[in-house]
């Protein structure tokens, strides 16, 4: 079974500057996609970003960007320019490419601080 | 417009209670699916539906009970609630089944059990 592992419970960042949030995670499958969700205290999940596993190159989305490394399963999602509404829990989570396989994978999320 | 709404926002009832939750999706999305966050916000599927057909059921005890009248409705209704039911339940949809398809939660209904 696959599982999706955050070893980073808390983090705190300045304002203005960047935070690399970890993940790892187990599958024997090649094909899958990763996701980053963000949950801010409005308990709204809201995907920040996605990564297909067969694409080599590194998603980003505006000040978001991950660090995919497939051999090392290996996903970490880095904020820059950090911002106060970016003071959330973010999850990562991984889905199989065959979508009958299972569902939405998620790791327990690490809660991020920014200090202004 | 709510893209995914969940009504109520918040339950609290008492121990035994049958309870409700309701969920519509406006998007026109083929997919919904029940999620639970616990306590320590750990978040893990509990149904999904495709074309109102349950694809998925996750160990969940019986009482929980996932009906679809349309494709734009995926309410949850619990019978002969426990204290251990005490969570956020998210309802989400997507356009497909396919594992990369994005997802779109609602905004969550805290139970209280008591």
């Known amino acids: 079974a696959q599982t999706v592992t955050q070893s980073q419970p808390e983090m705190s960042v300045q304002e203005a500057e960047t935070v690399t949030l970890s993940c790892t995670y187990d599958?024997?499958?090649?094909?899958?996609?990763l996701f980053w969700y963000k949950q801010p205290p409005s308990r709204q999940m809201i995907l920040v970003i996605r990564q297909e596993a067969y694409k080599q190159q590194n998603a980003t989305e505006n000040r978001f960007s991950v660090n995919f490394q497939k051999a090392a399963k290996s996903f970490s999602l880095k904020i820059s320019d950090s911002q106060l509404g970016d003071a959330a829990m973010y999850f990562c989570a991984y889905r199989s490419a065959q979508g009958s396989q299972g569902n939405l994978i998620f790791g327990k999320g690490t809660k991020l601080s920014v200090k202004p | 417009d709510t893209a995914v709404s969940q009504t109520p926002k918040y339950l609290v009832t008492q121990m035994g209670n049958d309870k409700s939750i309701k969920c519509e999706q406006n998007?026109?999305?083929?997919?919904m699916y029940w999620y639970k966050q616990d306590s320590k916000k750990f978040l893990k599927i509990m149904f999904s539906?495709?074309?109102?057909?349950l694809i998925i059921n996750e160990t969940v005890p019986n009482r929980f009970s996932p009906k679809s009248p349309d494709k734009a409705h995926l309410n949850l209704h619990i019978n002969s609630l426990e204290l251990g039911d005490s969570a956020v339940y998210f309802c989400?949809?997507?356009?497909?089944w396919g594992g990369g398809e994005k997802l779109f939660f609602g905004s969550g209904t805290q139970l209280s059990v008591l």
């Open positions: 998007l026109g999305h083929d997919t």
């Open positions: 989400a949809s997507s356009q497909g």
């Open positions: 539906y495709n074309n109102k057909e």
């Open positions: 599958t024997s499958e090649s094909d899958y996609y």
